[in-house]
């Protein structure tokens, strides 16, 4: 199946229709807007989801899959590993190059004492742009959604992502622009690097499509 046939699948227009409401977000309010209407609506059922759900864009959810796949597909932990560091590359050298003075809503807002913050939750104050735990959830969801192809569970990995960066807002740790963008590149990052490896020659050894497990 072709790229373009793939990415147009149904499972992804999650994504996709997040990308236009997005869009429209960015275009038609202030920075910091959304940040604060999500914080007029806070509750504790939504201070416990979000302040665990945001880890799934940890830096160590690579880590955990990799080991996975070491254990049941070589070429799979491979893929994954290369993924981690084209990612790794792009937001730290736009976070600490290009967009270094980016700072976050804690040092943004002038009253943001006045805010609602979690307790327990350390705010972090710079390199705001882009989400690196945004990019993180995004390149892994699309990676296994291209690995599973099943329309079901892609809505739902997009869905999980989504969430990964509307955790983010909800936390205080980054505006939306910060997680619209991390999204884009998790997206293209996990879609460039599987299709780049699924039509070189690393697809076509046998040796790797096994693991330490399974054999």
């Given at each position: 199946m072709g790229i373009k046939k793939t990415m147009l699948k149904s499972g992804y227009f999650v994504y996709y229709v997040f990308l236009i409401a997005g869009a429209l977000v960015l275009l038609l309010t202030e920075k910091g807007d959304f940040l604060l209407w999500l914080n007029e609506h806070h509750n504790s059922s939504l201070d416990i989801f979000?302040?665990?759900?945001?880890?799934?864009?940890?830096?160590?959810?690579?880590?955990?899959?990799?080991?996975?796949?070491?254990?049941?597909?070589?070429?799979?932990?491979?893929?994954?590993?290369?993924?981690?560091?084209?990612?790794?590359?792009?937001?730290?050298?736009?976070?600490?190059?290009?967009?270094?003075?980016?700072?976050?809503?804690?040092?943004?807002?002038?009253?943001?004492?006045?805010?609602?913050?979690?307790?327990?939750?350390d705010v972090h104050?710079?390199?705001?742009?882009?989400?690196?735990?945004?990019?993180?959830?995004?390149?892994?969801?699309?990676?296994?959604?291209?690995?599973?192809k099943k329309n079901t569970l892609t809505a739902l990995l997009m869905m999980m992502a989504i969430l990964v960066g509307i955790s983010r807002v909800y936390l205080l740790q980054h505006f939306f622009v910060d997680i619209y963008f991390g999204s884009l590149i998790g997206f293209l990052n996990g879609a460039i690097v599987f299709f780049v490896l699924e039509s070189s020659r690393w697809n076509d050894k046998s040796s790797l499509k096994k693991g330490l497990v399974w054999k």
């Amino acid at each position: 199946m072709g790229i373009k046939k793939t990415m147009l699948k149904s499972g992804y227009f999650v994504y996709y229709v997040f990308l236009i409401a997005g869009a429209l977000v960015l275009l038609l309010t202030e920075k910091g807007d959304f940040l604060l209407w999500l914080n007029e609506h806070h509750n504790s059922s939504l201070d416990i989801f979000f302040k665990y759900w945001t880890h799934l864009g940890d830096g160590l959810i690579f880590a955990v899959f990799i080991l996975i796949f070491l254990m049941t597909n070589y070429y799979r932990a491979i893929l994954l590993a290369l993924a981690t560091i084209t990612q790794t590359l792009v937001i730290q050298g736009m976070k600490r190059l290009i967009f270094d003075d980016s700072v976050r809503p804690k040092l943004f807002f002038e009253n943001f004492e006045n805010l609602y913050s979690i307790p327990g939750v350390d705010v972090h104050t710079a390199n705001s742009f882009p989400s690196g735990h945004t990019a993180t959830a995004f390149t892994i969801a699309v990676i296994l959604a291209l690995m599973m192809k099943k329309n079901t569970l892609t809505a739902l990995l997009m869905m999980m992502a989504i969430l990964v960066g509307i955790s983010r807002v909800y936390l205080l740790q980054h505006f939306f622009v910060d997680i619209y963008f991390g999204s884009l590149i998790g997206f293209l990052n996990g879609a460039i690097v599987f299709f780049v490896l699924e039509s070189s020659r690393w697809n076509d050894k046998s040796s790797l499509k096994k693991g330490l497990v399974w054999k």
